[in-house]
């Protein structure tokens, strides 16, 4: 039994600290916010994420982080990762031992083009940490707390570390698989965040299943453009954290990417799907670092272009579809020697 503890108490963050308790891991929930962490003691809940599951009574929640944190030798980190770089900075100041960081979250700070765990590497000294491992795959929060079967990756330059977090989360409704490229699987968690704000767009604007699979395929090639360019194995785009990420997300309304984008697809402007949300939306803030850094790379992203002016220049969502479906004629075998790796 290891003690660890889950930084960030949202879907995500407590739909994997139950998999951990299955586990009988010591599992510590911590949340800034006092009141949640209260009503999660009290009632063994968390309704405003995860309606109608129980927590177990082992979970123990915490708003003090010191206390969440206090003896635990993994560290699994589950904050947007607009904040991630303030939260690394406060454990930072608690933490007086040497543990595994694992991160779930999928982004990629704007401006800097950071991955999460480049972010996480910058703000907590090495002394600090064994290794930071990266949990990734198509998995919502409401199926896994429900015990439902999901597969997902972990990464780490720490190939021991890594196989210690499969081995701390796998059973036998929640498969772990390990994966050698890093980078990859970030990006494909981060990048497939884009994509399903589209395909959320394409449902909203009323258009069919044909409209959809061709986004998810021309959007996995630019994933696979831009994961190239920033160093992945393309490779990895095939797997779970690519191609398995993608699908579920662009397809289920568990995805409040897919959601988001189907609001604005139906109308709503930006700052009204935030608020209707109550959520952190991720794709947002990924298709502003994914567009900035396309552009100073010069990798072709039109998907990506087209969702940045959506979100960013008021453009609207049919303008964009039109002018996406009337770009220049390619040869299809050109444009997916990409998924290789290769020059388009």
């Known amino acids: 039994m290891e003690k660890v503890a889950v930084i960030?108490?949202?879907s995500w963050g407590t739909a994997l600290a139950l998999v951990l308790a299955d586990n009988k891991h010591d599992v510590s929930l911590w949340t800034h916010r006092k009141?949640?962490?209260?009503?999660?003691?009290?009632?063994?809940?968390?309704?405003?994420?995860l309606e109608g599951v129980?927590?177990?009574?082992?979970?123990?929640?915490?708003?003090?982080?010191?206390?969440a944190v206090y003896g635990a030798s993994h560290i699994l980190l589950v904050v947007p990762t607009k904040v991630m770089r303030e939260v690394c900075q406060q454990l930072a100041e608690v933490i007086d031992h040497p543990v595994t960081i694992t991160h779930a979250s999928k982004g990629i700070e704007p401006s800097?083009?950071?991955?999460?765990s480049e972010v996480i590497a910058e703000e907590m000294p090495d002394k600090l940490y064994e290794a930071i491992v990266v949990l990734s795959g198509p998995s919502h929060?409401?199926?896994?707390?429900?015990?439902?079967?999901?597969?997902v990756t972990v990464s780490s330059e720490?190939?021991?570390?890594?196989?210690?977090?499969?081995?701390?989360?796998?059973?036998?409704?929640?498969?772990?698989?390990?994966?050698?490229?890093?980078?990859?699987?970030?990006?494909g968690g981060a990048l497939k965040n884009i994509i399903a704000l589209g395909a959320g767009i394409s449902d909203g604007l009323g258009y069919g299943d044909n409209a959809k699979a061709a986004l998810i395929t021309r959007g996995l090639a630019e994933i696979t453009r831009l994961g190239v360019a920033m160093g992945a194995n393309p490779l990895t785009f095939s797997g779970l954290s690519g191609v398995g990420d993608l699908i579920v997300t662009c397809t289920s309304p568990h995805s409040r990417n897919w959601r988001a984008g189907n609001l604005l697809g139906k109308g709503n402007d930006l700052e009204e799907v935030l608020e209707k949300m109550g959520m952190v939306v991720e794709g947002v803030r990924t298709t502003k670092a994914a567009y900035?850094?396309?552009?100073?790379?010069?990798?072709?992203m039109p998907i990506t272009n087209g969702?940045?002016?959506i979100l960013f220049e008021d453009a609207k969502p049919k303008d964009v579809v039109d002018q996406l479906m009337t770009r220049g004629r390619r040869h299809e075998m050109e444009a997916l020697s990409n998924l290789l790796g290769e020059q388009p």
């Not at 929060?141 to 597969?151: F, G, K």
């Not at 190939?159 to 699987?185: H, M, W």
Request: proline share 4%.
């Open 8 to 10: 960030g108490a949202g």
């Open 35 to 49: 009141e949640q962490a209260e009503e999660i003691n009290r009632t063994h809940s968390n309704p405003k994420y």
């Open 54 to 67: 129980t927590i177990p009574s082992s979970i123990k929640a915490h708003y003090d982080l010191a206390e």
């Open 112 to 116: 800097t083009y950071k991955r999460v």
């Open 141 to 151: 929060a409401e199926e896994v707390s429900r015990r439902q079967p999901t597969t």
């Open 158 to 187: 720490n190939l021991e570390k890594a196989e210690a977090v499969q081995e701390l989360f796998i059973n036998e409704r929640f498969r772990v698989y390990t994966s050698p490229d890093l980078v990859g699987v970030e990006l």
């Open 292 to 300: 900035q850094f396309a552009e100073e790379q010069q990798v072709e």
């Open 307 to 309: 969702l940045y002016r």
